[in-house]
């Protein structure tokens, strides 16, 4: 079992940044992926970026490429969410995962998630 607590959302105004924080505990040995989507009301739950955790490799939406930034922390077993430039449209609420599987796109891919945590962006 793997637990993942998300924290750092909250209320900001376009063009602003926030950071969100996943913790994961638990069976988190081995190689395995951790990412963050996104719903937004009345839509489907979509891909915003995602770690390859043992080899470090990223991989981002085009929505949010080049405004968004996916870390870790390796000591803490922390992956972040560095979010800079925010948009209307990147009003969610926020879902780190934690999986093994090997296309870090789709939620399939994760075996894990988060409570989620509300990010709304305003004029």
């Known amino acids: 079992q793997v637990q993942l607590v998300e924290s750092g959302g909250g209320s900001v105004q376009a063009g602003d940044s926030l950071r969100l924080s996943c913790a994961a505990s638990g069976r988190t040995s081995g190689t395995y992926i951790m990412g963050w989507f996104r719903q937004a009301p009345e839509k489907e739950r979509e891909f915003v970026a995602a770690?390859?955790?043992?080899?470090?490799?990223?991989n981002y939406a085009d929505s949010v490429k080049g405004r968004f930034t996916i870390s870790r922390d390796n000591v803490k077993n922390t992956v972040y969410l560095q979010m800079n430039s925010l948009e209307l449209e990147d009003t969610a609420v926020y879902y780190c995962?934690?999986?093994?599987?090997?296309?870090?796109?789709?939620?399939?891919?994760?075996?894990?998630w988060g409570q989620g945590t509300q990010v709304t962006v305003s004029s």
């Open positions: 770690l390859r955790w043992r080899i470090g490799i990223t």
């Open positions: 995962a934690f999986g093994s599987g090997t296309y870090v796109r789709t939620p399939e891919s994760y075996d894990y």
